[in-house]
């Protein structure tokens, strides 16, 4: 049951919908895209799911008629560790609902850090996959250890270098022996 300090910070941001904005921008420096409304819609954000979403407040953002981006209000007296669980939820909700959070960025540090680790590794495994694409493509062999080793491998700039560079031309130009794929610096 919600208490009546967080139901006073509710009413505040629905009886002024550019409240949401205005902080975002004043206080925290995101950089919005331009709009000419702050409108309130719908707080249900459920999808057809047992779980069920709702925020406190949701506020849509126009350009015209056009919607440019969803603010979620979501009023936190105290640290709930559970909410890091529900929170890309409501946006993901609010984006598919309202389709305008097109470069959200996120604003807590827990967020930023799992975000940039998943970029990462994808970009961790399409090196991964353009260096072992090079080695066939170039007719070379890659032994079952030399692979293992590659998919190891945790950053993608040594894989990257390894397929744009020398490295791989200079093998393949001299016909790839079993032991030149498995010896430095050719394999991490």
């Excluded at 895209?33 to 407040?57: F, G, N």
């Excluded at 949701?58 to 007296?77: A, F, M, T």
């Excluded at 930023?112 to 994808?122: I, L, N, T």
């Excluded at 998919?151 to 990257?160: C, E, Y």
Aim: proline share 5%; hydrophobic share 40%; glycine share 8%.
């Amino acid at each position: 049951m919600p208490s009546m300090a967080h139901e006073v910070l509710v009413d505040l941001f629905k009886n002024r919908p550019s409240l949401g904005a205005e902080l975002l921008t004043e206080a925290l420096g995101v950089v919005l895209p331009s709009y000419t409304e702050a409108r309130l819609i719908s707080i249900d954000l459920a999808k057809i799911r047992p779980a069920e979403y709702r925020t406190d407040v949701v506020v849509l953002l126009l350009d015209g008629d056009v919607p440019v981006r969803v603010v979620i209000i979501e009023v936190q007296l105290g640290i709930d560790s559970q909410k890091h669980y529900s929170w890309p939820d409501y946006s993901t909700g609010a984006r598919a609902a309202r389709g305008c959070q097109e470069g959200y960025e996120y604003q807590s540090d827990f967020a930023k850090k799992y975000v940039a680790q998943g970029r990462d590794e994808g970009r961790t495994e399409e090196a991964t996959r353009a260096l072992l694409t090079v080695l066939r493509v170039r007719g070379i062999t890659v032994p079952d250890e030399a692979r293992e080793r590659i998919l190891a491998q945790k950053g993608p700039q040594r894989l990257g270098a390894l397929a744009r560079e020398g490295h791989c031309r200079r093998v393949a130009r001299r016909g790839a022996r079993r032991s030149e794929l498995t010896q430095a610096p050719f394999i991490l």
